[in-house]
């Protein structure tokens, strides 16, 4: 199921970041994250455990960068 939810963000990374950052923060903290409830329809474990999964540095924000690049080796494995 989380892998789905990565799908769906990996397709459309950049709008749903910035639906979560809409104050243009150029990062994002699981609060935020949680907006994409209703746009993905998933349960808000679910968004914890992709930010958890995004978060690499584990410094409980989410830029862009992060947003999008593990995204990319997430496509390519
Ligand atoms: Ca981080």
Redesign the pocket.
């Known amino acids: 199921m989380t892998d789905n939810i990565q799908e769906l963000i990996s397709a459309k990374a950049e709008e749903l970041f910035n639906l979560c950052d809409k104050e243009g923060k150029g990062f994002i903290i699981k609060k935020d994250m949680q907006r994409l409830r209703d746009e993905l329809d998933v349960e808000s474990e679910q968004l914890e455990d992709v930010f958890d999964s995004l ?5 409980g ?3 862009l960068k ?1 947003f999008t690049c593990k995204l990319f080796f997430t496509n390519l494995s």
């Open positions: 978060d690499i540095d584990h410094n924000f989410l830029t992060e």
